[in-house]
């Protein structure tokens, strides 16, 4: 399989399904392109009818879409246990991975994510209800599932590989948050595949303008 991606530093969808792969022990070869470079769309469009990474390459199947991608994977090379064995779990896990997918705007508007930056922003009104709400969800999964393991819903699974741009956007940003939650961000930032992306990001040299935000600290 191959996962093109864009720029480890800035690019929180290719995050998710890249660190499902790499959770989940799925070989898969990476091609990165350069986000806003000449070369991007071009190369893109071998890939993808929409012109946006992650795509993964199966063989003759192609999947856009980061939600997709760990649908595909879970069904066809996790045997299911991408998601919580309990199905009443497996459908809060689902929807807490929609409400990341498709909502938390003003999070993702106004802290773009910047793995190698350490700055200082100062958030909206909208932004820190998203804050609250990410920090309620967080503490009360853990200590939900705590009995099972550290992640949300006790052993890793695409949730948490949903919400990892999320941690990477908080400790950029320095983002207060509850202990329960500030354990959660460290037990994610501690994992071996996000520090493998951390890495990866802070290798890279591109800058791009408008996901700088924010004060240098």
Known sequence: MQLIIGNKNYSSWSLRPWLALKAFNVAFDEIE??????NFYTELTQYSPVGKVPVLVDGDINVWDSLAIC????EQHLNNKGWPTDKKHRAEARSFVAEMHSGLFAVRGEMPMNCRGKKKISLSPEAKKEVEWLDNAWTNLRAQNKAKGDYLFGEFSLADAFFAPVVFRFATYGIDVSEPSKDYLKTMLAHPAMQEWLKGAKAEDAVIDVAEVGIDV
């Open 33 to 38: 392109l350069g986000l806003f470079t000449e």
């Open 71 to 74: 649908e595909y994977l879970n």
